[in-house]
Structure formats: structure tokens, C-alpha cells
């Protein structure tokens, strides 16, 4: 298995666990609150970097 596919399947297991243990609304806020929370703390420099490797992700690139 890729690491993607490793990250992403311990993201669904860490939201499952997060949603049992503290109910579906506080899970749902931490899981968009906390990567939104990070990508606002990037400095602008990193921000663009970073877009510019999910860019070259896209298909057909």
C-alpha cells in the first residue's frame, strides 16, 4: 500500500474514533478546524509552494 493510501485510511480511523468518542458536530469541527487552523498558520511563501505541488498532482500533468 502507498503512503497515501496508509494516511488516508489512519484519517478514517482517527475520525471514526473522534466521532464515537466526542459525538458527530465536535468531531466534524476538529477534522476541518485543524488542517484549516494549520494552512492559515503557513506563511505566504509556503502557501504557494504548497499549491504549487497539489497542481502538479492534477491528472494529465
Known amino acids: ?3 497515501s493510501g496508509k494516511i488516508a485510511v489512519a484519517g ?3 475520525a ?3 466521532f464515537w468518542t466526542v459525538g458527530f458536530w465536535a468531531g466534524l469541527l476538529v477534522l476541518i478546524g485543524v488542517p484549516t487552523a494549520a494552512y492559515l498558520l503557513l506563511d505566504s511563501s509556503q ?3 504548497l499549491r504549487g505541488m497539489s497542481r502538479r498532482k492534477q491528472i494529465g500533468r
Open 47 to 49: 502557501r504557494r509552494r
Open 12 to 14: 478514517v480511523v482517527a
Open 1 to 3: 500500500m502507498s503512503t
Open 16 to 18: 471514526i474514533v473522534l
